[in-house]
């Protein structure tokens, strides 16, 4: 059965990475809701216009990366790519708009069918979170503190730098737009066939090009800086503030665009040289024209998405699982088995050996790294009591069966 192995760019996550992944996801949802931010769960699937009408036509995801299929029904689905336009999309659809501000956090899988690598997978997770309604940019500080704080949080503040640009509002990037098709034009002969494409439809996103000729012309290109209207500088300038006051530390990086279409003003990363070309571990950035050009109300947003295995790459400390007690039998398998179960209605974490003799359940309760063994031996059982042997220290002491909690409570 060749067939039996994951698909190209999938992976299993085996108990210990399944327990480092919840975990990091766990970190970041309980910082996100000391912040106010409430968890959105949205379909895997969506109509593929919800991506494709927005994240834009040139872009790589939309060109070269979603798993779109036609269903039973015939609709064209699409598993999502990412999560702010199926989000935005709930928020239409949900009728939110009332509702705002709104501030959401979102975690799960997302798909792109792109050359599988090391931090880059066919279907990987995101924990992301959307702030909408808020115009002004305290919306943009938050997030970005909140980014700061779980990546503090995780133990990578060291490991990134906080990489910050403007795109501008619509006036200024048109502005910069005509300069750039100026630019490209007269340096064409060195661009890609993908970024000659880009040059009738979105110059812009010749910037993000991955292309080593596109990046040779790039690093010469006009800079969007140059071409800001006082509105988006003097935006930009308050952000910049917001994040000095929060002691922030951030790079402007005046090269750094976004990958899909729907972005305005703040454009943001979390980096790293820690995971080889796979550097950017959370990326986000305001996006204040998507939800109206989706069809809904006119609505400012802005938010981030991480990738989780990334930042379980980067998130050093062990994830221990929870140290269970572990019940022994010697000769009363029921009593055993009630035992258990009352210890773990009483919030125990507790173990079965299912067989053998004590030597053997001794290594077992040694192999799931038990704290303690609980050995329900006859002499002890005739006296209402049990030996409780802690596995670390080696000892072994008779308990009272009607002081057991307590006792294992000590454990804690
Ligand atoms: P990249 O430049 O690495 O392709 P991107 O710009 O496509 O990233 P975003 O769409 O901004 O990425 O997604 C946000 C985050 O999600 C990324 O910073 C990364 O941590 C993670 N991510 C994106 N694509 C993948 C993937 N294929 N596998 C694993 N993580 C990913
Ligand atoms: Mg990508």
């Given at each position: 059965?060749?067939?039996?192995?994951?698909?190209?760019?999938?992976?299993?996550?085996?108990?210990?990475?399944?327990?480092?992944?919840?975990?990091?996801?766990?970190?970041?949802?309980?910082?996100?809701?000391?912040?106010?931010?409430?968890?959105?769960?949205?379909?895997?699937?969506?109509?593929?216009?919800?991506?494709?009408?927005?994240?834009?036509?040139?872009s790589?995801?939309?060109?070269?990366?979603?798993?779109?299929?036609?269903d039973?029904?015939?609709?064209?689905?699409?598993?999502?790519?990412?999560?702010?336009?199926?989000?935005?999309r709930?928020?239409?659809?949900?009728?939110l708009?009332?509702?705002?501000?709104l501030?959401?956090?979102?975690?799960?899988?997302?798909?792109?069918?792109?050359?599988?690598?090391?931090?880059?997978?066919?279907?990987?997770?995101?924990?992301?979170?959307?702030?909408?309604?808020?115009?002004?940019?305290?919306?943009?500080?938050?997030?970005?503190?909140?980014?700061?704080?779980?990546?503090?949080?995780?133990g990578?503040?060291?490991?990134?730098?906080?990489?910050?640009?403007?795109?501008?509002?619509?006036?200024?990037?048109?502005?910069?737009?005509?300069?750039?098709?100026?630019?490209?034009?007269?340096?064409?002969?060195?661009?890609?066939?993908?970024?000659?494409?880009?040059?009738?439809?979105?110059?812009?996103?010749?910037?993000?090009?991955?292309?080593?000729?596109?990046?040779?012309?790039?690093?010469?290109?006009?800079?969007?800086a140059?071409?800001?209207?006082?509105?988006?500088?003097?935006?930009?300038?308050?952000?910049?503030?917001?994040?000095?006051?929060?002691?922030?530390?951030?790079?402007?990086?005046?090269?750094?665009?976004?990958?899909?279409?729907?972005?305005?003003?703040?454009?943001?990363?979390?980096?790293?040289?820690?995971?080889?070309?796979?550097?950017?571990?959370?990326?986000?950035?305001?996006?204040?024209?998507?939800?109206?050009?989706?069809?809904?109300?006119?609505?400012?947003?802005?938010?981030?998405?991480?990738?989780?295995?990334?930042?379980?790459?980067?998130?050093?400390?062990?994830?221990?699982?929870?140290?269970?007690?572990?019940?022994?039998?010697?000769?009363?398998?029921?009593?055993a088995?009630?035992?258990?179960?009352?210890?773990?209605?009483?919030?125990?974490?507790?173990?079965q050996?299912?067989s053998g003799?004590?030597?053997?359940?001794?290594?077992?309760?040694?192999?799931?790294n038990?704290?303690?063994?609980?050995?329900?031996?006859?002499?002890?059982?005739?006296?209402?009591?049990?030996a409780?042997?802690?596995?670390?220290?080696?000892?072994?002491?008779?308990?009272?069966?009607?002081?057991?909690?307590?006792?294992?409570?000590?454990?804690?």
């Amino acid at each position: 059965m060749a067939q039996l192995q994951p698909v190209r760019g999938t992976h299993d996550l085996l108990p210990e990475d399944a327990r480092r992944h919840r975990r990091v996801e766990e970190i970041a949802f309980d910082i996100a809701g000391r912040y106010g931010f409430g968890e959105i769960v949205t379909p895997i699937f969506e109509f593929t216009e919800v991506f494709s009408r927005t994240l834009g036509e040139m872009s790589d995801v939309v060109t070269k990366e979603m798993y779109s299929f036609t269903d039973r029904s015939g609709d064209s689905i699409t598993l999502r790519p990412e999560g702010t336009a199926a989000v935005a999309r709930a928020f239409i659809s949900g009728g939110l708009a009332q509702q705002l501000p709104l501030k959401l956090f979102y975690r799960g899988p997302m798909f792109r069918h792109e050359r599988p690598q090391k931090g880059r997978l066919r279907q990987f997770h995101q924990i992301g979170v959307e702030l909408l309604g808020v115009e002004g940019p305290e919306a943009d500080v938050e997030v970005l503190a909140l980014a700061a704080h779980i990546l503090d949080a995780l133990g990578l503040k060291d490991k990134v730098t906080l990489e910050l640009n403007t795109l501008g509002d619509g006036e200024s990037r048109q502005d910069y737009r005509r300069a750039l098709v100026d630019y490209f034009t007269v340096h064409r002969a060195h661009l890609s066939e993908d970024s000659l494409e880009r040059l009738g439809r979105n110059p812009l996103r010749i910037l993000d090009s991955k292309d080593e000729g596109d990046r040779a012309v790039v690093a010469e290109a006009p800079l969007l800086a140059d071409y800001l209207n006082d509105r988006s500088r003097h935006f930009f300038d308050s952000v910049q503030a917001g994040l000095k006051a929060l002691k922030i530390a951030y790079q402007l990086s005046p090269r750094l665009v976004r990958g899909l279409d729907y972005y305005d003003h703040t454009a943001f990363e979390f980096t790293t040289t820690a995971l080889g070309a796979q550097g950017t571990v959370l990326a986000g950035g305001r996006y204040d024209g998507l939800i109206g050009q989706m069809g809904g109300p006119s609505t400012a947003g802005i938010g981030w998405a991480a990738g989780v295995e990334r930042l379980s790459m980067l998130f050093a400390g062990p994830v221990p699982a929870e140290r269970p007690f572990v019940v022994i039998p010697m000769n009363q398998p029921l009593a055993a088995l009630s035992l258990t179960e009352r210890l773990r209605r009483a919030g125990f974490s507790v173990d079965q050996g299912f067989s053998g003799n004590l030597k053997k359940r001794l290594m077992r309760a040694n192999r799931v790294n038990a704290r303690a063994a609980i050995i329900l031996g006859d002499d002890e059982w005739a006296r209402q009591a049990v030996a409780i042997r802690d596995l670390d220290a080696g000892s072994q002491q008779e308990i009272p069966l009607d002081a057991l909690e307590a006792h294992l409570a000590q454990f804690r």
